[in-house]
């Protein structure tokens, strides 16, 4: 085993190969799974943009957002769908990119809309995902696989290396219902589960409210149905945009839930929630000694062992893996651990 695991800067592995290092020496009883140690694309913030609106189109090339959502469905007014295809296809054709990832958000399956948009979209160079939503069905996701497979270049494809991935927005009680069968369907191309809050509200007939308390179940029964198979879950978005104290309260719930990251409508929301959904440095010392002491003792043949106080046993150690792999795909420092600082 090698005496430093992580590099202050950087991990000297690929994502992928580091978190599968954690199963290299086959700790009897406590291999992790696939899903377990699938590194996850970093999503913490994804910032909606009005593809009619040139100069928020521009301003997304200097966002810090981990993704880009270039809107064509509630943002785009119907007399400026044309427009907005135009403009989408330019940006994803185009010789600047944002940093963070960039996903076309279409207009939903039985619009009248999504063959427009998916004809502008899917044969560019630089998408990575689409947002579907009101993706009520599994057969929403294989409609727009089919698709995907038609007018995508080669490698975005089913089977391709770069496939493009989907983003299935949750929005009503039918999906709630049929969630557990979206989230298996995909074909390597489904990647998350999004919470639409306000549209799930609408069709159930609930009232939102600062607590969010009525919005617990939906919001659980997403993120544990998205964990269960290995996708992402992606939180509501704060419509106060103006209070950083509320955003950063939703932003802190949504992460005790269990969700990856949040979604954005307005610039000014990115640095909270990417803070909110980022491990701390503490974090990420606590759980990089855990993995190496874990390791250690395995080697050793021990069992649960305490560490500053607390037992350590395996689901910490997968605890410790999840914040890890949070911490590469968001670009954070990975302390030094030796020995003797366990």
Known sequence: MSKILFTSNHVTRTARSFLASSCTHRPQGRLLSSVELKPPASRRAMLYVPCSNPRMIEKSFISPADSIAYDLEDSVAPGKKDE????????L????????EMVARINAIGTGYEDDDLNAV?????????ALPKTNSPDHISYLISRIDQLAPPQKRTGGDQPI???AMIESSRAMIDIERIASSGKGHLDALLFAAEDY????????????DELLYPRSKLVTT????????????????????????ESEEGKRLGFDGKQAIHPNQIDIIHQSFSPSEQAILKAARVKFSFEHHDKQGTGAYTLDGQMIDAPIYKQAI??????????LKIPDVHLEDI
């Open 84 to 91: 907005a295809r135009r403009l989408i296809s330019e940006v």
């Open 93 to 100: 054709n185009g010789d600047r990119q944002p940093k963070g």
């Open 122 to 130: 899917l044969p560019t160079k630089h998408l990575q995902a689409i």
């Open 165 to 167: 991935k989907i983003i």
């Open 201 to 212: 509200c609408a069709d159930v007939g609930l009232t939102r409210t600062p607590s969010r």
């Open 226 to 249: 998205a964990k269960a198979f290995g996708l992402q879950a992606i939180d509501l978005v704060c419509v106060d945009y103006k209070n950083p104290d509320t955003l950063r309260e």
């Open 322 to 331: 999840k914040v890890l792999a949070k911490a590469y795909a968001a670009g």
